[in-house]
C-alpha cells in the first residue's frame, strides 16, 4: 500500500481509482509551503493542480516519492530538474483540457471582437451604448497561431470555420503537416506583422518567458488583437498594456498571468481587454478527465511501469510491439548485473528482428532500470537511470537490426565478460533467457536463479543437484547448454530461493566447476 498526498482537488472519479488500488489516499488542501513540506514526508505519491508550487525544498521533504502527478496540462509548477535528479517521476493529463482550452480561446477571440463583456456591463449599469462597443467580423481575418500543438491545432481547425486565414509559427511542426492543416508556416516576427489576430499556445519555458514584448508587439500589424490561454508572462504584460494605450493593438483577451492568482494588472484598467481567471481547462468535463488521467499514471509510476504521459523520461515512446518487452528487458538487466559482480565500463545492446524496427529507447531505459535496481539501494526508474549511467561511466552503445537468425525477436547485452540474451516465446509472448555468456540455454527467468559454468563431462548437474538438495533448496526448472567454442558447459537453474552462500562456496571450489554465481531477476 502506498501513501499518495492530494493537495489539490481532483475529480472524485480519481480518487476512486487511487483507493480502490488499495491505496491510502490523504487529501489535504489548502496548505501552506511549510505544512506542505510536513504533509509530503513519507507519501509515496503527490498529486497537485496548478496552485501547489513544488520546489526544492518539497521534493527533499518527500524523500519516499516516487512520482508527481499534476492534474493539467503544464508543469511549470513543478520544478522538474530537481523531480530528475532525485530520481521522480513527475506525470500530467496534457490532453485532459485540450478541448476546453481550445473552446475557451474562440470565446475570447469571440468576445474581445465583438466587446461582449463591456456591452454587458454598460447594458446592465443603464447605459444602452450600441456605436461604443461597434466589434469587428472574424470571416475574412488573419489568425497568427503562435505553437501549433494539440491546444493551438483545434483553435486553427475552429477557426477554419469561421472563415479565417490562418498562418503559424512553430518550429517543431513541418511543412508538409501545416499545409495539411490548411495552415502557413511563417517566421514569429512575419506572424505579428500580417496577422489581425494572434493566439499563444506554448508552454512556459525560459526560451518563451517574456516571448511576446516590446520589440514585437512594436513591429506587429497596427490594430492586432492578441490571446493568450497558454501560461502567464509568455505575453509581457506592462508592454501588453502599453501597446493597447499608444492603440499599436486594438485588444487583447487574457486568460493568464504572469502572477496567479492575480487581482491587479495593468490591462484590468483598459476597456478594450477582456480578462477570465484562468478558466481554459475550468470546465467539469476537463476536470473529470485530468482526475482519472492523473490517477491512472500515478498508479503506473507507483507499479514501476511503462507510463506515457512522463515529463522527465527521454524516451516517453512505447508501441504496442515493444511495451510487453518491457519487464523482458528490466530482468535481463538484473541477470546481467548478477553476473558481472559489478558495473562494467561498457554494455552493448543489441536488438534483433521485427523490434529492431521500432523505437527502443524505451527498452534500454528499463534494462538499466534492472542493472542498477540489482546493485543500488538508491531508488532507480526510468528518471534517474541514464543518470546513474553517466555518474558511474558506463557506456551505452545501442545497435539494431531487423534480421535475426534463431528467433523473431531477441535483446541482447553485452559486457566484456558476460553477456545475456532473451525474447518472448509462444502465442502468450512468455519471457525466456535464452542465451548466457554464448552458451545457448532456455529457461524462463525466475526470482532466484543459478548460474554454473562446469567442464563438459559427465556429472556435473549431479554434483549442482547433491548441493542443492543438502541444501533444501528445490530446482523448478533447468536449463543446459554446452560451449560452442570450448569443452565446456552451462547450467542455468531456477530455485524457490537463494543459494545459500555456503553451498555457493562448496560448488565454487567441487572439482570440475569453473565458476559459479546467484542471480536476482526480479
Not at 75 to 84: L, M
Not at 158 to 169: I, K, P, S, T, V
Request: proline content about 5%; overall charge negative.
Amino acid at each position: 500500500m502506498s501513501r499518495i498526498l492530494v493537495t489539490e482537488p481532483i475529480a472524485e472519479a480519481g480518487i476512486e481509482i487511487l483507493r480502490s488500488a488499495g491505496n491510502d489516499v490523504d487529501v489535504r488542501t489548502g496548505l501552506s509551503p511549510a505544512e506542505l513540506q510536513q504533509a509530503v514526508a513519507g507519501a509515496h505519491a503527490l498529486i497537485v493542480r496548478s496552485a501547489t508550487t513544488v520546489d526544492a525544498d518539497v521534493l527533499s521533504a518527500g524523500s519516499e516519492l516516487v512520482v508527481v502527478g499534476r492534474a493539467g496540462i503544464g508543469v511549470d509548477n513543478v520544478d522538474v530538474a530537481t523531480a530528475t535528479r532525485r530520481g521522480v517521476m513527475v506525470v500530467n493529463a496534457p490532453q485532459s483540457n485540450i478541448l476546453s482550452a481550445a473552446e475557451h480561446t474562440m470565446a475570447l477571440l469571440l468576445a474581445q471582437a465583438r466587446n461582449l463583456p463591456q456591452a454587458h456591463a454598460a447594458l446592465v449599469a443603464g447605459k444602452w451604448e450600441r456605436s461604443r462597443w461597434e466589434g469587428v467580423e472574424l470571416h475574412g481575418k488573419t489568425l497568427g497561431v503562435v505553437g501549433l500543438g494539440r491546444v493551438g491545432a483545434l483553435v486553427a481547425q475552429r477557426a477554419h470555420a469561421f472563415g479565417m486565414r490562418l498562418c503559424a509559427y512553430d518550429p517543431y511542426v513541418s511543412s508538409e503537416r501545416a499545409r495539411q492543416m490548411g495552415v502557413a508556416l511563417t517566421t514569429l516576427e512575419e506572424l505579428m506583422a500580417r496577422s489581425d489576430f494572434v493566439t499563444v499556445h506554448l508552454p512556459k519555458t525560459p526560451e518563451t518567458l517574456g516571448l511576446i514584448g516590446k520589440e514585437l508587439l512594436a513591429a506587429a500589424k497596427p490594430g492586432l488583437r492578441i490571446v493568450n490561454t497558454a501560461r502567464g508572462g509568455i505575453v509581457d504584460e506592462d508592454a501588453l498594456a502599453e501597446a493597447v494605450r499608444s492603440g499599436r493593438v486594438a485588444g487583447a483577451g487574457i486568460d493568464v498571468f504572469a502572477t496567479e492568482p492575480s487581482t491587479s494588472s495593468p490591462l484590468f484598467e483598459l476597456d478594450t481587454v477582456v480578462v477570465t481567471p484562468h478558466l481554459a481547462a475550468s470546465t467539469r468535463e476537463a476536470q473529470d478527465k485530468a482526475g482519472v488521467t492523473i490517477a491512472e499514471q500515478v498508479l503506473l509510476a507507483l507499479a514501476g511501469d511503462f507510463v506515457p504521459l512522463a515529463v522527465n523520461v527521454g524516451a516517453a515512446e512505447a508501441s504496442e510491439t515493444v511495451r510487453p518487452f518491457l519487464p523482458l528487458a528490466e530482468r535481463l538487466g538484473r541477470v546481467f548485473a548478477s553476473l558481472n559482480d559489478g558495473l562494467p565500463d561498457r554494455l552493448e545492446v543489441e536488438y534483433q528482428g521485427a523490434l529492431a524496427g521500432y523505437d527502443t529507447r524505451i527498452l534500454t531505459l528499463s534494462m538499466l532500470k534492472g542493472l542498477f535496481a540489482a546493485g543500488t539501494e538508491e531508488p532507480v526508474s526510468y528518471v534517474n537511470a541514464p543518470q546513474l549511467a553517466e555518474e558511474r561511466g558506463l557506456e551505452v552503445r545501442e545497435s539494431t537490426t531487423t534480421s535475426a537468425r534463431d528467433f523473431v525477436n531477441l535483446i541482447t547485452l553485452r559486457g566484456p565478460d558476460h553477456a545475456v540474451a532473451g525474447t518472448l516465446a509462444g502465442v502468450r509472448a512468455e519471457p525466456r533467457i535464452v542465451m548466457v555468456d554464448d552458451h545457448i540455454v532456455e529457461v524462463p527467468p525466475a526470482r532466484h536463479m543459478l548460474v554454473v559454468r562446469n567442464d563438459d563431462r559427465p556429472g556435473m548437474i549431479g554434483v549442482v543437484g547433491l548441493a542443492l538438495g543438502e541444501a533444501e533448496v528445490s530446482i523448478s526448472s533447468m536449463a543446459v547448454g554446452p560451449s560452442a567454442h570450448a569443452s565446456t558447459a552451462l547450467m542455468v537453474l531456477s530455485t524457490d530461493r537463494p543459494t545459500p552462500a555456503d553451498v555457493l562456496d562448496r560448488l565454487a571450489q567441487a572439482d570440475g566447476i569453473l565458476d559459479v554465481h546467484s542471480v536476482t531477476s526480479g
